[in-house]
């Protein structure tokens, strides 16, 4: 058998085939690909989140006599290293669809830059984020304190860790976690995408809020309107600067202070249920 290429006609071919050019992206290619991101990350969050708070509403009890942990211990407090391994194995995976988020958008000729994804400016990303962090986290204290004494949030343990020495770095990787994963994906990707997709600001900065405040619905209905108004703040200052890296600066910052608060303050001030 002859190892030489035959062109359609018989004759043989010569010289390296073609590159394959890649369409532009249609809008329902563009669809199809925010569906798999979402259904990967935190839209499937978003739909637990629902059945996680029909079960609550329908169990004996209110919402405020059911807990919510945000981490838990994944094996038993005299097998710390292997909860350990645990825990940096479910921060590590957590970040698997922000990985894809930023190949998507080098295959498309784009980058995290593209979203502000970066640390081009990090003395205004912090000073943005800390100043993002400090109104958002004092007016969702205020909102959490409020709905749970009302009965539309139940009572949420911020951790249940058990005292180990690697608890406090553990939980600091958890809220960078929850940092990048949440504003990458729900405000810089997806707002990008849906306006190639032609939306309006005002309407995917709607969408994007409304999805951040569904995968937060297993906290109760006080916390869905309160990420539901940070969605919209978040937003808001994304379209302004186009910078998704102050919004992951105030994320990390709200969840290290409600995480290393709640292991040293809940239990000893009477304010703060838990």
Same mark, same amino acid.
């Given at each position: ?64 006599? %059911? ?89 949420? =343990? ?15 990787? %958890? =809220? ?42 297993? %906290? ?18 994304? %379209? ?35």
């Amino acid at each position: 058998m002859s190892d030489t290429a035959s062109g359609p006609h018989g004759e043989a071919a010569t010289g390296p085939p073609e590159p394959v050019r890649e369409a532009p992206m249609s809008r329902r290619l563009i669809a199809s690909e925010v569906a798999c991101v979402l259904a990967l990350s935190l839209g499937a969050a978003a739909v637990s989140a629902v059945i996680s708070f029909v079960g609550t509403v329908t169990a004996p009890g209110g919402l405020t006599e %059911q807990t919510a942990s945000l981490v838990d211990p994944r094996a038993g407090a005299d097998r710390p290293w292997l909860d350990l391994t645990w825990q940096v194995y479910s921060v590590v995976f957590a970040l698997a669809p922000v990985a894809l988020v930023l190949y998507l958008l080098r295959r498309g000729a784009q980058s995290g830059a593209t979203i502000g994804f970066d640390v081009r400016r990090p003395g205004v990303d912090l000073a943005g984020g800390a100043l993002l962090a400090a109104t958002i986290g004092a007016g969702g204290l205020v909102v959490y304190l409020v709905s749970w004494q009302l009965g539309l949030s139940t009572t949420v =343990a911020p951790s249940s860790l058990n005292d180990h020495w690697w608890e406090l770095p553990v939980l600091l990787l %958890q =809220a960078v976690k929850n940092g990048v994963l949440e504003e990458v994906i729900v405000v810089g990707y997806l707002m990008l995408r849906m306006s190639q997709l032609g939306w309006s600001p005002v309407r995917a900065a709607v969408v994007s809020s409304l999805l951040r405040a569904t995968y937060h619905l297993y %906290q109760g209905a006080g916390m869905f309107v309160g990420n539901l108004v940070m969605g919209l703040v978040f937003c808001w200052f994304y %379209q302004r600067c186009g910078r998704v890296m102050p919004l992951v600066v105030a994320h990390t910052l709200i969840d290290v202070v409600a995480f290393v608060g709640s292991v040293y303050l809940i239990g000893r001030v009477g304010w703060l249920p838990g």
